[in-house]
């Protein structure tokens, strides 16, 4: 197996846009669940985060639905996800870190502080 294709463990923190119907926040996930598995990766864990104000103005809105994913993923298509995700219209902001395991439980606190 080359570098490129091997498998990793993934953070991503996803910024929905916080006025999405339940059906069209369930569409939303769905998309990036569709992102993900089309580059051969496996969604492990969500933790759903709510909606939070956003510290400054994105595309006119001041509020997001925060959801945190945990994928596995082959390292080659991670620029793919990232381009794909830049197109999805309800997504507001993404970013996708590499991650050391899974956790049970999380909270949004844990994830703010320094």
């Not at 909606?51 to 997001?64: D, Q, T, V």
């Not at 991670?78 to 830049?86: P, S």
């Not at 993404?94 to 909270?107: H, W």
Request: hydrophobic share 40%; charged share 30%.
């Amino acid at each position: 197996m080359s570098k490129q294709q091997r498998v990793r463990l993934y953070e991503g923190m996803y910024i929905l846009k916080s006025t999405l119907g339940e059906e069209a926040h369930q569409k939303a996930l769905e998309r990036i669940f569709g992102i993900i598995t089309a580059q051969g990766g496996e969604v492990k864990k969500l933790f759903d985060m709510g909606r939070r104000r956003l510290a400054y103005e994105i595309k006119e809105n001041r509020e997001g639905h925060y959801i945190l994913i945990f994928f596995e993923a082959p390292s080659s298509g991670l620029i793919e996800i990232n381009r794909e995700n830049g197109f999805h219209e309800d997504l507001l902001r993404s970013m996708i870190i590499t991650a050391e395991v899974v956790p049970e439980e999380i909270s949004f606190k844990q994830l703010v502080q320094v």
